[in-house]
């Protein structure tokens, strides 16, 4: 019997179909966008009887095939799309969407109800008693930073839960706790008479009559158009704080726009959706700096979270002659090329960006309290203790670092068998060439 016609174009499509997705898994000879978020890299596992018998090897078969599937990215847009769109359903198990579309990420949520604070502390007597003690250290800090001509300022970055608890999910605000380690820490600075700015009960008081939002429906950071009022309140608390002669802010041009930049649309990124939400334009303002004549130039070292991104990449860090973030006191970007993509601990020169810094910034915001400052009070004690002409130390910094790269180490191992060499003979004579490569490169 002759089947239809329509049945062998069916067929036909469907092998096309299947064809395509994998030759594009075999050759990902078609481009295509990139899923936003963290993967980790996919170990190869070898065949062996172990492996096979154990039954590794297969569950490495199966997810290479998953990673390597044609379109792959495509089709998980697609998917997330239709359940966004169709069911309200958000397959990011890290964002949550509120009233009005609202996007919070959960790290937030979790901390305006205090189920962070519990996932660290048994009890809130227990989080104040170690709050208590990190303000102790960092008077003990700020005592050190002053023997040395270095001023500190605190700065306390807001949420988007303490902002804007109104547009959170209703399950969420019935469970607002009435306890705030971040308010918590606030009213110990101002008793202890530490330097800080609370951008968080300010943002609270100006909500309402500020022209734009504080933040925008897709981000979690404050929004663009109040990073010119960020930046200038900073260079004036500095200041005043200081007695330097700092310029200001000059505000340019609103520049409304519906694209957003990567901090206002960073939630809805994580959403890896096929195509982009509908947003109202805001302003993504232009503004430089002004009065920079005659005006004085510090050094700044910047320990922070992610708050401090968008100051990063504005024109604030441009009233200063040498500029450092540390985030989370652990990855370096600065104004010398030198030291960017690098770890602190592994920076030799650490100690000298410490000593030469005129002001020390902290930049945290809620849920970073529960690793305060990263470790900063403790670890500025040893950086200030550190020789930076201790060679030995230098090099045990140096040959750690390598070590702690399996690819780098695997290479220095390679090396050594080729040139006869023992692996800590290698590795020692590695690490001396990282050493005087990057102080050419730093002294250029």
């Known amino acids: ?126 989080a104040k008693a170690e709050a208590r003690s990190n303000v102790e250290a960092t008077l003990r800090l700020i005592d050190t930073l002053h023997r040395h001509g270095t001023e500190f300022l605190f700065v306390f970055a807001p949420s988007k839960t303490a902002v804007y608890p109104e547009f959170m999910p209703t399950t969420y605000q019935r469970q607002i706790a009435d306890f705030s380690l971040e308010e918590y820490y606030i009213q110990l600075f101002k008793e202890n008479g530490i330097p800080h700015i609370d951008f968080l009960n300010y943002f609270k008081s100006l909500k309402d009559h500020f022209p734009y939002p504080l933040y925008t429906r897709t981000g979690t950071h404050w929004s663009e158009a109040c990073i010119p009022m960020v930046a200038d309140t900073l260079l004036r608390t500095l200041e005043d704080l200081t007695g330097y002669q700092l310029p200001s802010i000059e505000y340019l041009d609103p520049n409304p726009t519906s694209d957003y930049s990567v901090q206002d649309g960073e939630l809805e990124g994580q959403l890896n959706l096929l195509f982009p939400i509908e947003k109202p334009a805001l302003p993504r303002p232009v503004f430089a700096l002004t009065d920079t004549v005659g005006k004085d130039h510090p050094n700044l070292l910047v320990i922070g979270d992610s708050y401090f991104i968008q100051l990063r990449n504005s024109c604030f860090v441009e009233a200063f002659h040498q500029w450092d973030y540390w985030k989370y006191n652990r990855d370096i970007a600065s104004s010398n090329q030198a030291y960017n993509g690098r770890e602190v601990k592994y920076l030799i020169e650490a100690p000298k960006v410490l000593k030469e810094a005129d002001i020390v910034m902290a930049v945290f915001t809620a849920p970073c309290f529960y690793q305060y400052m990263y470790g900063f009070p403790e670890s500025a004690m040893e950086l200030y203790a550190r020789d930076p002409d201790d060679l030995e130390t230098t090099l045990r910094l140096v040959m750690q670092e390598i070590s702690d790269n399996p690819g780098w180490m695997q290479a220095v191992e390679r090396q050594a068998k080729e040139r006869g060499l023992s692996t800590e003979e290698n590795l020692r004579r590695n690490a001396m060439y990282v050493i005087t490569e990057r102080k050419k490169k730093a002294n250029n």
């Open 1 to 126: 019997m002759k089947r239809p016609v329509c049945y062998t174009i069916q067929f036909a499509c469907i092998l096309a179909m299947l064809l395509a997705v994998l030759l594009q898994g075999l050759t990902h000879a078609v481009n295509t966008k990139p899923l936003h978020g963290y993967t980790d890299e996919l170990d190869t596992v070898p065949l062996r009887f172990s492996t096979y018998y154990d039954g590794t090897f297969q569950d490495y078969l199966t997810d290479y095939a998953k990673e390597n599937t044609g379109f792959r990215e495509f089709l998980i847009r697609n998917y997330n799309q239709i359940a966004y769109t169709c069911f309200n359903k958000i397959t990011n198990d890290n964002v949550v969407c509120g009233k009005n579309k609202e996007l919070y990420l959960k790290m937030y949520l979790e901390e305006i109800t205090g189920e962070r604070l519990l996932v660290f502390y048994p009890d809130v007597e227990a």
